[in-house]
């Protein structure tokens, strides 16, 4: 599979619609290319587009599945995460730049689902990363009960013991840790 398995001509899309299924789009070179370097993908993924047309506008409805490989927040260790998610967008043409003033515009719900596309080609692979990097999670944790790193030592806790010296604060000569002696 190649990059431009991903560029979809707009023409080609009939007035019945156009139906793609793609078995592992994580094999395309260069697909994983715009993930964060903390996010990797964790064997085959697939992924389905489905287009009809509605005057300019272009209806997609598809669906995402496969494995995220990412970093615990807490241990720093590798987990993964199982994806599924279908998703819709209303794609239009992209308007030129130079023939439009440069205004500030507010976005409502309804315009997050919509997407432009240039000189009659829709480019599958960014809406696919785009539906991956929206599926991690904001606070990755390997299990629930992650003890994460040592603050002291850096150790994992949920591997090994932490080797940090304890300090009894039951004793009451812990007080004299607090003064300084000058000489």
Known sequence: M???????????????????????TASCRGF??????????????????????EGRNIHLSGKIRGVLLLRCHRCL??????IEKDFYYLLQPHEDD????????????DDLDIWNF??????????????LLLQVPLKVLCSSDCRGLCPGCGRDLNREECC????????????????????
């Open 32 to 53: 994983d290319a715009d993930l964060p370097e903390d996010i990797g993908i964790g064997g085959p993924l697939y992924a389905q587009a489905d287009f009809f047309r």
């Open 164 to 183: 940090c010296e304890t300090v009894d604060d039951t004793s009451p000569f812990a007080v004299l840790k607090g003064f300084k002696v000058s000489g």
């Open 2 to 24: 190649s990059e431009s398995d991903f560029n979809i001509n707009i023409e080609d899309i009939r007035e019945d619609g156009l139906h793609l299924t793609f078995d592992d």
């Open 77 to 82: 260790g590798q987990c993964s995460e199982e």
């Open 118 to 131: 240039r000189h009659g080609i829709i480019r599958l692979d960014e809406i696919f990363r785009e539906q």
């Open 98 to 109: 130079d023939t439009q003033e440069l205004r500030e515009v507010s976005l409502g719900a």
